[in-house]
């Protein structure tokens, strides 16, 4: 889909740096196409090693693209919060899940329930994050402004551009969380 140094969390890392942060290291454990139970088990396989300044969590697109209920995701997301905040020496800031009806790829599927299911999942993400007493950003009105040049080459996936406007969103918070 994109390049590593286009990917969020790198382009995260190189604003708080721009920003007047030391160097911030990334460690990315998820991989595209994983569900929230694939990357729980996914943490267990690389096992992370802290301390870390800063955890985000974005996932949950593709318990919906398989049908998993928005309830089965509360739960699991509810265990992966928790299990960062245990690993983490600093905050944990949630992003909401993108939209990807809107690409040409979801267009193929049926685009309004889609966006029902994302909005569902959302208000989920954002009832859990409330509980656990952490930030939801919500980016998901950027994957839904048409704009092509924010889907990449595969007709799925967000681009460069998507994610550099993901990241105007997710910076202020981090910075907050962060000067804590």
């Not at 245990?86 to 040409?104: A, E, H, K, R, Y």
Request: avoid cysteine.
């Amino acid at each position: 889909s994109v390049d590593e140094d286009e990917r969020w969390p790198v382009r995260l890392a190189r604003a708080l740096e721009e920003s007047g942060w030391s160097t911030v290291d990334v460690e990315i454990i998820a991989r595209t196409g994983w569900t929230t139970a694939e990357l729980d088990r996914g943490i267990d396989a690389a096992d992370p090693q802290g301390p870390f300044d800063l955890v985000t969590i974005l996932i949950g697109v593709n318990d919906q693209f398989r049908g998993r209920s928005a309830d089965a995701y509360g739960e699991e997301l509810a265990a992966m919060i928790e299990r960062a905040q245990g690993f983490s020496t600093g905050p944990v800031l949630m992003v909401s899940i993108p939209d990807w009806g809107t690409t040409p790829y979801g267009e193929g599927y049926s685009p309004k329930v889609i966006a029902r299911d994302i909005d569902e999942y959302n208000a989920v993400g954002t009832e859990v994050s409330a509980a656990a007493g952490i930030p939801f950003v919500d980016i998901t009105p950027i994957s839904r402004s048409g704009d092509p040049d924010l889907v990449s080459y595969d007709d799925l996936h967000p681009s460069g551009s998507q994610y550099a406007a993901w990241v105007e969103e997710i910076l202020p918070v981090a910075i907050d969380l962060l000067e804590g």
